[in-house]
């Protein structure tokens, strides 16, 4: 599904990947794991493309095509999905309509027909329940005002609606009460299938305890340092990081 | 990103006016300057009574001997008016049927989207077409007469109407107003003329289309509105002209009167040609609105969609006297390139328990100067007379600018105020968060404007408000990158 290979990007001349491995294969969930600061969600943002980070080298390529050099848009119509930390507010526009917007652009790339706003409101409906949001959340303005949950749940019913292929979800865990948990774990969980993948992104391992992820890397200062399976989750969780510190 | 989106922001400069075609077509035109000697031959050519004449020239009298005003936060290449032509007019048999308008004419106006046509128009609006210095057509007037509405040409309602319009003529913007509106009561040539009788609800939507076509030649229109006590009207007025490289000067003036229980529903697209990249040629578009709350729980509303012009200097105003009457503003200014809008309302309390809002949209693109400029006054005996403000500016890429210039006088202890502020960008965090949903960048920015217009856009009739939606889209495609 996604190849990275020795992967190096900076932000204003300060270097924060300094060589990323990667690979996540078709059907499988992978997590990172590592502190704050580590560079976890500039990876992110470098996978997706954003132009804020400069990338000094290596390679990001999806289902065989190189994307490094892919504008944003292009890529996230490859079937790229980024959950945000910290998504964006957009006054005025409503859920509804912003949807509408990235599910029309998905089907035009796709080469189908548009969605009908019939279709449209009872699939919406149904994932909004899901997620215990009410169907007025359609018409409110997107992320504005929304509660930190909110704000994740909406990212949840954009993953659900667009349907990509790799889904990266950065910090989807933090900030979110034990209900509000389990039920973004729940969409993550329905939206997983053997022909997607998911990378998750955390420093806590509370997600990981209704997901169960098929590879854990830790991250630290820019590097993986180290994969392994759950039982690493477990020694992380045990004795920390700095024992993987070289 | 900040370089490729100037660079994007660079190649919206280039983007073709649709409107910018000239008509080829037979005038009458008075030669350039401004006399006396003009201002009768205008008022002689329209048959007009001497009290209109004698109006006119005072007007004049008191214009020459004021000053161009140089407080607005605009710069522009001051105008000869020596140099422009006063009337001009295309040559046709004047006639009530539409079947005697130069078929030119009739084409210029298809080409604009405007229909004058009565079968193929938008159901249930209403249009005057005024090309240069006179109205050319008016539809529906006949069904509208069944209603007692009178929508005619102001010209015409000068011969039919004299009653009315000497009363009402110069009752809330007078003669000696300001220096655009002294010269447009000297040199007015035609515009619309609206009376909605007692306890009518005009049955539909009457509309202005200004079109400028001749060169070097000032439009200055003249609209009055009336709706009398218990009526409703909403009205909307478009405007256009050629690309030239020379300024045209479009000085209006529009006069609204609601009465007790009436509501009278403004709303203005402003597309005027805005000049090219370097800022040369576009309008510049100096008028002045005012409407008055005579009676109790009257309602004025404006809504105006501004797109073109070179150079904007508007400040559509209300004047409440009536108590519980009610004024409202709502605007969305754009400018890119290096066009300058100063613009904003004043609305001035007299009533108690008056009540107005304002909502101001500043868009800025390319170097465009934005200014909101609002005045709110409340006078002495106006009890409980609340306001409420928000002024909300947006900026996209970095050459742009936007001011706000908010003036308050409260004379009432009890007065209720409050006032919002805000200027954003359009985030590189929003862009990034369309895009990465697969939304190109002209589909987020015209989005994200949108979302940001919505509530103004929310105040036009519904076929305007999906014109001026689209209207944005168009003027902002390519903006960022
Ligand atoms: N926009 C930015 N400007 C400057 N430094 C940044 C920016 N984004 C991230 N960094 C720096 O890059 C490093 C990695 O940050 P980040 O990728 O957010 O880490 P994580 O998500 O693992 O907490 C940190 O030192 C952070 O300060
Ligand atoms: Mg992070």
Redesign the pocket.
């Known amino acids: 599904m996604i190849k990275i290979k020795n992967l190096k990007a900076s ?2 001349d ?1 270097a ?1 990947l300094k060589g990323i491995n990667l690979e996540i294969p078709k059907g499988e969930i992978h997590v990172i794991m ?10 992110a943002n470098v996978i997706a493309g954003n132009e ?1 980070y400069e990338v000094d080298g290596g390679s990001i390529a999806m289902n065989g095509n190189d994307i490094t050099e892919m504008s944003i848009e292009n890529r996230a119509l490859q079937g790229l999905f980024l959950c945000f ?1 910290y998504p964006v507010a957009i006054p005025g526009v409503s859920m509804a309509y912003f949807l509408r917007a990235a599910l029309n652009a998905k089907n035009k790339h796709d080469g189908e027909e548009e969605m009908d706003a019939v279709k449209f409101l009872a699939t919406a409906k149904k994932i909004l329940s899901e997620l215990g949001l009410d169907d007025s959340f359609l018409k409110r303005s997107i992320n504005d005002g929304f509660s930190g949950g909110e704000k994740k749940k909406s990212e949840i019913l954009q993953l659900l609606m667009l349907n990509p292929q790799l889904a990266v979800l ?2 989807t865990d933090s900030g979110l009460d034990v209900d509000a948990l389990r039920t973004v774990a729940k969409g993550v969980n329905e939206f997983k299938n053997d022909n997607n993948s998911v990378l998750i ?1 955390t ?1 806590y391992q509370r997600l990981l305890e209704y997901i169960k992820p098929d590879v854990v890397h830790i ?1 630290i200062d820019g590097k993986i340092v180290k994969s392994g399976d759950m039982t690493l989750v477990h020694e992380v969780e045990k004795n920390g990081y700095s024992w993987l510190v070289k | 990103m900040i370089d490729k989106n100037q660079q994007i922001i660079d190649s919206t400069l280039d983007q073709e006016y649709k409107y910018g075609f000239t008509t080829d077509i037979e005038t009458t035109t008075f030669e350039p300057g401004l006399d006396e000697g003009v201002i009768t031959k205008l008022s002689k050519l329209k048959k007009e009574p001497q009290w209109l004449l004698d109006w006119r020239l005072k007007a004049y009298e008191s214009w020459k001997k004021m000053e161009e005003p140089t407080w607005a936060q605009v710069d522009y290449t001051p105008v000869d008016y020596q140099a422009l032509s006063y009337y001009s007019a295309p040559k046709y048999k004047q006639n009530d049927s539409l079947d005697d308008v130069d078929p030119d004419i009739i084409e210029t106006y298809n080409k604009l989207g405007i229909s004058l046509n009565e079968q193929k128009r938008l159901e249930g609006v209403a249009v005057d077409a005024v090309f240069d210095s006179v109205s050319v057509a008016t539809t529906f007037k006949k069904e509208l007469a069944k209603h007692g509405v009178i929508f005619c040409s102001f010209s015409e309602a000068v011969i039919d109407h004299p009653e009315l319009v000497k009363k009402y003529l110069g009752s809330v913007i007078p003669s000696t107003d300001n220096y655009f509106a002294a010269l447009n009561s000297a040199v007015f040539s035609d515009g619309s003329f609206v009376y909605i009788p007692k306890n009518v609800r005009c049955p539909m939507e009457l509309s202005t289309y200004f079109r400028i076509n001749a060169a070097n030649t000032g439009q200055f229109e003249r609209t009055l509105i009336i709706a009398d006590e218990g009526s409703h009207v909403s009205y909307l007025e478009g405007c256009t002209a050629p690309m030239r490289d020379e300024n045209q000067l479009h000085a209006a003036c529009v006069e609204l009167v609601a009465h007790k229980d009436a509501t009278i529903k403004y709303s203005t697209i402003q597309n005027w040609y805005a000049g090219d990249k370097e800022g040369k040629g576009g309008i510049y578009n100096f008028v002045t609105k005012r409407g008055i709350c005579t009676g109790d729980r009257a309602k004025i509303s404006w809504t105006q969609v501004e797109t073109g012009s070179a150079v904007t200097w508007k400040y559509p105003s209300v004047i409440m006297q009536g108590d519980h009457s009610v004024g409202e503003f709502y605007s969305v200014a754009v400018t890119k390139n290096k066009q300058q809008a100063d613009t904003g309302t004043k609305m001035i309390h007299i009533g108690k328990n008056t009540k107005s809002t304002i909502i101001s949209k500043g868009i800025s693109a390319g170097e465009g100067q934005n200014t909101y400029r609002g005045g709110v006054k409340i006078l002495k005996n106006a009890d409980n007379a609340r306001n409420f403000s928000q002024c909300d500016s947006i900026l996209i890429g970095n050459k742009c600018g936007a001011h706000t210039f908010p003036y308050i006088d409260v004379k009432n202890p009890t007065a209720k105020m409050e006032h919002e502020a805000t200027t954003s960008s359009i985030g590189e965090d929003q862009l990034f968060y369309c895009n990465q949903r697969g939304i190109n960048l002209d589909d987020a920015v015209s989005m994200i404007v949108n979302g940001f217009c919505k509530e103004v856009f929310a105040e036009l009739p519904m076929e305007f408000a999906v014109e001026a939606k689209q209207l944005i889209e168009v003027t902002l495609e390519n903006s960022v990158g």
């Open positions: 932000i204003e300060k924060i590592g502190r704050n600061g580590s560079g976890k969600s500039t990876l804020t930390q950065d910090e992104i420093h991250m």
